[in-house]
């Protein structure tokens, strides 16, 4: 595999590009823009304000924020110094994130100035320039652990997965591969840095020393208009072209994910001249594992460079540069149960697959199937069903409980249409002609709202709501 670190940078990914492209634009925000070298001395201020503030290396920061520039020199800063960061959704619920940072023990939290709820007794950093600057005694290493992801969570407390930058860079490498990204393009901020997804484009953005575009969730469809490439879910880019292709789009290719994507919209956008790429990924994989073109084919892509993906008894394994170093607790760095094959590093997804022609499908989790009336459900096969029709934008398909059956399955439908109950009942009519009765929602509900804001909504908090109504 290749070693994308030895041979790109045999520095700091900020300051290579500061040498090669100074006063190339690297970083937009709000009306503003840092070439490279005003993007590596920024860092390096900000890196010796950490250190005069006790922060070193190996410590953890975690910093509970929504996207914003502060989080991104946050982010690069804690590299420089060789700490590590973990960045927490500030949607969390106080007892939440009292849990969580408990549970990551911490050195050093960061929040904007005007956030409330995080809990006290955490020592609280700034973002701030260097008092004395000096140089940073910190060398480029890549593979050692820098940050860490929370996992979504199907069952308690979310896991915290350690990447090093090797892991991530080679993520990087391997998706440009094939997707087309150059130093002249602009990747948009569009998805948290809480989740693997949006972490990953600054990864990209890095490894290419192209341009980073950031915007409050407000200006989306305003700042698509002047970006080459954004990573979004289906919805988002339903709501960009709803009125047909937008005037001085700049947009040339998207990453879909988080849901089913309809192939009615991938062709709408490529009528509007934009690609659109989807693939299949986790956390522990620095992101995109498989990917393509998005087409007629219900499967999930070709494995990328610097992976391997292998089908055991019907479960996805994977391995290669990008898998994580492993789970962190208790401030160590335990192994994210692998398993070793031939001297190679396996993990066990807990994803149904199959291969077909080379491509990789994935039929569902094996811990999302359930039992109703002694037949076997996979819920993800009926949300496939579900999400051919027209009317429906994303859906999820969980269990309750039925005195006769054990189970029976209910759906939480987004629609582009206010929910009601004839919607209801079209659902239900076409749902009678398209599968068994015992795969056939029982119920139809809205999805709700307040579950999402970000790439991947949580089966559990979905079971959690779905109890209450």
């Known amino acids: ?41 920024r860092v390096d201020d900000y890196a010796q304000g950490l250190i005069e503030q006790g922060v070193k290396r190996d410590q953890l920061i975690a910093v509970v924020a929504a996207n914003s520039v502060s989080v991104v020199w946050l982010l690069l800063a804690t590299l420089r110094v060789g700490a590590r960061i973990v960045v927490i959704n500030p949607r969390f619920s106080a007892v939440e994130l009292e849990r969580q940072l408990a549970a990551l023990a911490c050195d050093f939290v960061w929040y904007p100035s005007k956030q409330a709820g995080v809990p006290s007794g955490y020592t609280r950093l700034q973002l701030l320039p260097a008092k004395q600057p000096r140089l940073v005694p910190v060398t480029w290493q890549p593979t050692r652990a820098a940050t860490l992801t929370l996992t979504s969570g199907s069952t308690g407390l979310p896991k915290a997965v350690v990447h090093s930058a090797q892991n991530h860079l080679s993520s990087a490498e391997g998706l440009l591969e094939r997707m087309a990204f150059d130093a002249d393009d602009s990747w948009l901020l569009s998805l948290p840095l809480f989740h693997i997804s949006g972490l990953a484009i600054v990864w990209r953005w890095l490894l290419r020393g192209a341009r980073l575009v ?157 039992i109703s009336g002694g037949e076997n459900i996979q819920p993800e096969e009926i949300e496939k069903v579900l999400m051919a029709h027209p009317e429906v934008d994303q859906v999820f398909v969980l269990p309750v409980e039925d005195h006769e059956f054990g189970s029976r399955p209910v759906a939480l439908v987004a629609s582009g249409q206010p929910f009601t109950s004839e919607l209801a009942e079209r659902l239900a009519d076409y749902m009678a002609e398209q599968v068994s009765g015992y795969r056939r929602p029982v119920r139809y509900l809205p999805l709700p709202e307040t579950l999402g804001g970000g790439i991947k909504i949580s089966r559990a908090m979905l079971a959690q709501w779905l109890t209450t109504q």
């Open 1 to 41: 595999m290749a070693e994308v670190i030895e041979s790109h940078f045999p520095t700091w990914p900020w300051q290579y590009w500061a040498a090669e492209r100074p006063s190339a634009v690297a970083l937009s925000f709000d009306g503003q823009s840092f070439g490279w070298a005003e993007v590596a001395q």
């Open 214 to 370: 950031l915007c409050p969730p407000q200006q989306l469809e305003q700042s698509l208009a002047g970006v080459t490439h954004a990573s979004l879910v289906p919805t988002q880019l339903q709501r960009l072209l709803a009125g047909g292709r937008p005037t001085n789009l700049a947009l040339k290719r998207v990453l879909l994910g988080g849901a089913v994507i309809p192939v009615s919209l991938t062709e709408q956008a490529r009528a509007a001249g934009i690609e659109c790429w989807c693939g299949y990924g986790m956390t522990e994989m620095a992101s995109t594992v498989t990917a393509k073109l998005a087409d007629q084919s219900t499967g999930v892509g070709y494995v990328l460079p610097n992976r391997n993906v292998a089908v055991r008894n019907g479960e996805a394994w994977v391995s290669g540069a990008t898998l994580c170093l492993g789970y962190y607790r208790n401030r160590m760095i335990f192994p994210a149960g692998e398993t070793e094959f031939d001297g190679v590093r396996w993990f066990a997804t807990k994803d149904l697959a199959f291969w077909q022609d080379e491509e990789l499908h994935i039929s569902g989790r094996a811990d999302n199937m359930f």
